[in-house]
């Protein structure tokens, strides 16, 4: 009887999830005659590479859109912030090397580094125009992709048309240094001088390990995140309740939940890249041929807006704009608000 009961409410758990997905595809299903909807693979680097392109006219400009991380894939939750920009837009979103369906489709290849990435997303850029007949593309990056997307403009400025980074990553030393500041002065003043103890000790621990250690890292930000405003986000349940969430997509958020240590032997080499104690040359690109936007949530305390805003200052381009959002935080996809920022501001930069 009560094994009865349980698979019944474990079929009826199944029934509503599949109907919650079922209703999103219908709403957000591309309908225009000339409009695209696909994921597919394409050979990127040697090995297939998962893209997802979305829009309404497919002679539309192009955004190839960059995910943070690295290994945070976002193409099957783009559906809940990039519907109005797809009006205008068609929007390229891909999991890189070592992420995702792009991992599961190739478990043995080489680990992600940023040369690979690099050479990856020029292939991407050149397939996107060749598919679009287009010249240029606009290149958006969140978070790690920001990284990344930096670094590509300054390589190919020839084949993009403008560049917008979305929690723009700098040096993640002096970004963790600027949250941890503010948490010990917020802790203090709450009374909490233990916890300000707690986070320096955690700091500490950070800075004098050989390698970057993820685990002991994610602990400061676990104690710093419990007085840092975290400000609004993609809500988790536009993830969960995706209508383009693939099974490897679920596997791959189970392996970055309980077996962290897997997550971080396959993108091992970027993380080595991203705490890397010493200067890299990325952090010095401030120098631009093509039009420049930045978009920080004034929550954010993973790439501080504070930061993103001094890089800002320093960025020589042909035209430049920096947006803060207000109440956001690292993931400040908000659908409407952020979407129509980010065409207003592309076409002042045209």
């Known amino acids: 009887m009560i094994l009865t009961i349980v698979l019944g409410g474990i079929a009826a758990i199944f029934i ?13 299903k591309i309908r225009t005659a000339a409009g695209i909807q696909k994921t597919d693979y394409v050979v990127l680097g040697g ?3 998962c893209i997802q392109i979305r829009g309404e006219d497919r002679s539309n400009p192009i955004i190839i859109m960059l995910h943070g991380g690295p290994g945070n894939a976002m193409a099957f939750y783009s559906y809940y912030w990039q519907a109005e920009l797809e009006k205008a837009y068609t929007i390229i ?14 478990t043995e290849a080489d680990k992600p580094t940023l040369e690979l990435l690099l050479s990856d997303l020029d292939e991407l850029v050149d397939y996107a125009c060749r598919a679009f007949g287009k010249d240029k593309a606009v290149i958006m990056g969140h978070s790690w992709g920001t990284f990344l997307g930096v670094a590509y403009v300054s390589k190919h400025p020839e084949k ?31 009374g909490k001088n233990q916890d300000a103890e707690k986070i320096k000790k955690q700091l500490q621990i950070v800075h004098t390990s ?9 602990k400061l930000r676990q104690l710093t995140g419990k007085y840092l405003p975290s400000g609004e986000n993609t809500p988790f349940a536009a993830e969960i309740f995706s209508p383009y969430l693939s099974f490897n997509d679920f596997k791959w958020f189970l392996t970055l939940l309980f077996n962290f240590k897997k997550f971080i032997h396959i993108q091992e080499e970027l993380y080595k890249t991203l705490f890397s104690k010493e200067e890299l040359p990325e952090h010095n690109i401030t120098t631009f041929e093509v039009p420049v ?4 949530g004034d929550c954010d305390w993973i790439t501080p807006y504070e930061m993103a805003h001094d890089y800002f200052k320093q960025i020589s381009a042909p035209k430049k704009k920096f947006i803060l959002i207000e109440k956001a935080g690292h993931i400040p996809f908000k659908p409407g608000h952020f979407t129509e920022l980010v065409m207003m501001s592309l076409d002042e930069l045209k």
């Open 93 to 106: 979103n891909w999991d890189q090397r070592g992420c995702a369906n792009t991992y599961y489709r190739n």
């Open 293 to 296: 936007l930045i978009i920080a």
């Open 47 to 49: 090995i297939e590479q």
């Open 210 to 218: 050989q390698e970057a250690d993820l685990q002991e890292f994610m």
């Open 160 to 190: 993009v048309a403008a560049y917008v980074g979305v929690g723009q990553f700098h040096d993640v030393w002096i970004s963790e240094q600027h949250a941890v500041d503010e948490a010990i002065r917020l802790a203090n003043l709450a």
């Open 16 to 28: 509503i999830f599949g109907m919650i997905r079922f209703i999103k595809a219908q709403k957000y």
